[in-house]
């Protein structure tokens, strides 16, 4: 057979061959879409098993880029509206999971998203606070209005309107404020908790997989009441945030840069704080165990009353014995131009006044001081002039 009938034949083969290829290939695409979509669908299902199932099928997916880019999008925003722990913990899991241990790009804007999520229930928060008064004063005046129409009834219809629509409204608005002001008074706080617990926990499962280069911002975020384990942030900063009455448990925080932050009445034990400084900070009521502060500026940094065990102070400038006062030292060291233990109230309130601190944060400060001095005095026996003093 001439050469160039074989080559014919063998480009219609090839021909051939290459469309059954590419044809299969975009059945198998479209049938792996079918598949996701199907699957997507049971991680808003009613049901826990069925979510929790759905979410650790995202697995058979993940290889598929541009499927990785919209599951980690959507499980993000299922967060928004989830207060189920087990199901957090899955997707605080899967998340982790897509990440890949040489990139910390993908990881950094995850977290960067919980703590937006953070930030959108503290805007929440005010803004409901704000509507809730509002809310109030509506649902009170619609009830005055439907009073005074009871005892006018010869004026229905002429000034307010019928009595059974007044009080259909003066219901309806109490029903309005008592939403808000559950939204308000709980359910916000339990949203912005659950995604504090998630963000720890990406965190943590991140740092078990000893991916580098893990980095958080938090600005104007409110994370009391939290609770960080066995975490390492190479990047931290806190600006103008709280966490207040939190535990930090084994938790590695490099290249801080703290400022206007309150971290008062929480718990350190066993962490490395280094590289940075702490401006205009509290510290106050808090217990360090175990904690070394490494090359640490303090500007303004306060640790009235705090307790520190076994801790290691390397490298720590400024640190300024008025802003240590009434702290107790045991089995750790930290120089200071003169002992804390000179320090007088009245002294640490006009350096208050005039230092970096914020104003609220000033009046904070100064009031926890001014509890814990009159929580510290004996009960002061009061009686009448001319009266029997109280029996001892």
Known sequence: MPWDEILKILGSLLAVGFSAYFGYRQYLSQKEISQYSDNL?????????????????????????????????????????????????AIANQLVNMVDDKNPGDLNRIIERLIDINYNYFLQTYGMRGRRKDLEQIANTAEEIYASQLQHKENEMKVFGLLDDLKLTAKQKWKEYNEVKDTAGYKIKWHKQVIADTLGIVIAHATRRNIAGIKAVF??????????????IYQ?????????????????????????????????????????????????????????????????????DSQFANCEFEDVTHANPLLFYKSEFTGSTLSFPYSPDDATEEQVVDYLKKSKFAEARIEDIVRGIEARRKKAEPPREEYSEGGTPPVK
């Open 41 to 89: 669908k049971l991680i808003y299902s009613p049901k826990q098993e069925e979510v929790l199932a759905a979410i650790a099928n995202l697995d058979t997916f993940r290889q598929t880029r541009h499927l990785k880019n919209i599951t980690q999008n959507i499980l993000i925003n299922r967060l928004y509206t989830e207060l189920d722990y087990n199901v957090c913990h």
């Open 219 to 232: 600005d104007t975020n409110d994370f009391n009441y939290c609770t960080f384990r066995n975490i390492a």
């Open 236 to 304: 931290c900063s806190m600006k103008g945030s709280a966490f207040g009455s939190s535990v930090f448990q084994n938790v590695t925080l490099s290249n801080i840069n703290f400022d206007d932050t309150d971290l008062s009445n929480s718990s350190f034990e066993n962490c490395i704080i280094s590289g940075g400084t702490i401006r205009a900070t509290a510290f106050d009521s808090c217990l360090f165990t175990g904690v070394k502060f490494q090359n640490v500026q303090l500007d303004d940094a306060s640790f009235i």
